[in-house]
């Protein structure tokens, strides 16, 4: 499985952007890069994923580097509920590839 | 609608015992996966249904733990001779197909006195 390196910790203030970095330089060519959070004493939850092209949601935005080989989280006006552990996580569409991975991720603090 | 449930949603017991864990998945879904949750980490996967047969159980730690899904819906993950090293949360998650996002539940968080 293709390895994600995340910091461990990120804070930042409410209402404010966020951006939640994650590096994966041994991405394969039909790796997508999904995204899943994990809110206090919760089960994850799916956030947002993509392959080569920018994506957006109602949650968040996903922005991939041109050589993917990085990807940035975006969360463009934080709230106190968007507290939680963010995993950046490699998946194949290829059959026998329906498991996620997940690292450590990075536990995110929101400040009021 | 009606999201993952598991049940119980705490479980204690003591070392050596035998134990259930109980996932009822999002109606419809066919897959069904297991993941393992220990304090300060992320989820481990344990095993993955499509339908009532296990498609991968390569996470599955050694023969102590068994899942079952006989109607393909409704999963339970079975823990024999229980140890201290297997307290943790077990976390169960559907899927509508094999490559959709995951859904999941709130888990059941297991203590191995």
């Known amino acids: 499985d293709a390895k994600t390196t995340q910091p461990n910790s990120m804070e930042s203030n409410e209402e404010e952007p966020v951006h939640l970095p994650c590096n994966h330089s041994?991405?394969?060519?039909?790796?997508?890069i999904h995204w899943y959070r994990q809110l206090p004493s919760q089960g994850p939850e799916y956030v947002i994923h993509?392959?080569?092209s920018n994506v957006n949601n109602r949650m968040a935005s996903l922005a991939i580097a041109e050589d993917r080989k990085s990807s940035t989280l975006i969360l463009h006006r934080a709230t106190l509920r968007d507290a939680a552990v963010y995993y950046c996580?490699?998946?194949?569409?290829?059959?026998?590839?329906?498991?996620?991975?997940f690292g450590q991720g990075t536990r995110l603090t929101i400040n009021p | 609608g009606a999201g993952v449930s598991q049940t119980p949603s705490n479980k204690v017991t003591e070392k050596g015992k035998y134990v259930e864990l109980r996932c009822d998945p999002i109606s419809g879904h066919t897959a069904l996966y297991w993941y393992r949750q220990s304090l300060g980490q992320g989820p481990e996967f344990l095993i993955y249904?499509?339908?009532?047969?296990?498609?991968?159980d390569s996470g599955l730690p050694n023969d102590r733990f068994f899942a079952v899904r006989p109607e393909g819906s409704v999963s339970t993950l079975k823990i024999q001779r229980t140890e201290r090293g297997d307290s943790a949360v077990y976390l169960c998650?559907?899927?509508?197909?094999?490559?959709?996002?995951?859904?999941f539940g709130p888990g059941t968080r297991l203590t191995v006195l």
């Open positions: 993509g392959l080569t």
């Open positions: 996580i490699l998946r194949s569409p290829l059959q026998g590839a329906q498991k996620l991975v």
């Open positions: 041994t991405i394969s060519g039909t790796d997508y």
């Open positions: 249904f499509q339908g009532t047969g296990a498609a991968d």
């Open positions: 998650a559907s899927s509508p197909a094999f490559y959709n996002e995951q859904f």
